[in-house]
């Protein structure tokens, strides 16, 4: 099983670069790591995710360490409309089936 | 706008009743989740169904069950409501019976007075 860590709160200036770390200390091998946001009190909206390489998409990046244990979500440059709280998802494989398991994710404040 | 619409948007009512909230997918997708979110929980898995059939089973409650139609759409039924069912309650959709990318409907917000 997968669970993850995240630092609860962080802060970051309008036209930098969002850095969001992710402890996965406990992933096994096929288990991918997932982003996903949610603003306010909207629904969850997915961003990315990855198994071992490095993945961009037009939201973000997501940089795997090669032991698999953590990852780095980053989002290059970050907007006010970025402001949400990010979830770095871990999961549960039995039986094949997977089940998603949401942390508490980090508030991220994007600054004027 | 993620193509999943749930009704209703708000809903109140009293303990001890019975609610379904209903889900529909975004168009394609076959598997339908619940989640519940709530103040001092977070986002919690509830349950899966994969083209009308049961997938995977989260932190459902015995009281709560739910069903997908063979139209896709899904239903959520909490029953015997206690003020602790007080929450939001998210439904997401995917193409494939893994979760890899899902897309989360508006959610239904419940309070139990």
């Known amino acids: 099983d997968a669970k993850t860590t995240q630092p609860p709160s962080m802060d970051c200036a309008e036209g930098r670069a969002a850095n969001l770390p992710c402890n996965h200390s406990?992933?096994?091998?096929?288990?991918?790591v997932y982003w996903y946001r949610q603003i306010h009190s909207q629904g969850p909206q997915y961003i990315i995710h990855?198994?071992?390489n490095n993945e961009t998409n037009e939201m973000a990046s997501l940089i795997i360490t090669e032991d698999r244990k953590s990852s780095t979500l980053i989002l290059p440059h970050a907007t006010l409309r970025d402001t949400a709280v990010y979830y770095c998802?871990?999961?549960?494989?039995?039986?094949?089936?997977?089940?998603?398991?949401f942390g508490t994710g980090t508030r991220l404040k994007v600054l004027a | 706008d993620s193509g999943v619409t749930q009704t209703p948007k708000h809903l109140i009512t009293a303990t001890g009743q019975r609610v379904t909230l209903r889900c529909s997918p975004r168009?394609?997708?076959?598997?339908v989740y619940w989640y519940q979110q709530s103040l001092d929980q977070g986002l919690q898995f509830l349950i899966q169904?994969?083209?009308?059939?049961?997938?995977a089973k989260g932190n459902i409650l015995e009281r709560f069950s739910a069903q997908q139609f063979p139209d896709l759409h899904s239903e959520l039924n909490l029953s015997s409501l206690e003020l602790g069912d007080s929450a939001l309650y998210f439904c997401?959709?995917?193409?494939?019976?893994?979760?890899?990318?899902?897309?989360f409907g508006p959610g239904t917000r419940l309070t139990v007075t």
């Open positions: 998802i871990g999961s549960i494989t039995t039986s094949g089936t997977y089940k998603y398991i």
């Open positions: 990855g198994l071992k």
């Open positions: 168009s394609g997708d076959l598997s």
């Open positions: 169904y994969y083209n009308g059939e049961e997938r």
């Open positions: 997401a959709s995917s193409v494939a019976p893994l979760p890899v990318e899902q897309y």
């Open positions: 406990t992933i096994s091998g096929n288990e991918y």
